[in-house]
């Protein structure tokens, strides 16, 4: 079983800055794009950031010098550094992996659990 294990959100005030990490935990897999998404309040789910296996880096517009996505490929880890942070970046941030394992070896979407991110005006 594979696991995606979110850490880092919380409260912060307008301006500020966060960082986000998800880790994936399990045995026999293998990854291939990571990213974030985030979810706000009333909307859809969208996309922040992706991040290939072999490091290239892609942003939505509204994201794009703002926040800097990083992985490290030895420990499996997904990374969201967030800067200059706005009230309107305030929703649930979750963690995607697209990877495959020993007993699902076709590349499927796995998510992790979601952790909020809170912007103060």
């Known amino acids: 079983q594979v696991q995606l294990v979110e850490s880092g959100g919380g409260l912060v005030q307008a301006g500020g800055s966060l960082r986000l990490s998800c880790a994936v935990r399990g045995i026999s897999f293998s990854i291939n794009n990571m990213g974030w998404y985030r979810q706000a309040p009333g909307k859809q789910r969208e996309l922040v950031a992706v991040i290939s296996n072999g490091g290239s880096a892609n942003y939505a517009e509204s994201f794009e010098g703002r926040f800097t996505i990083s992985r490290d490929n030895a420990k499996n880890t997904v990374n969201l550094q967030m800067n200059s942070l706005k009230p309107e970046d305030t929703a649930v941030y979750y963690c995607?992996?697209?990877?495959?394992?020993?007993?699902?070896?076709?590349?499927?979407?796995?998510w992790g659990q979601g952790t909020q991110v809170t912007v103060s005006s």
């Open positions: 995607n992996a697209v990877l495959r394992t020993q007993w699902r070896p076709q590349f499927l979407d796995y």
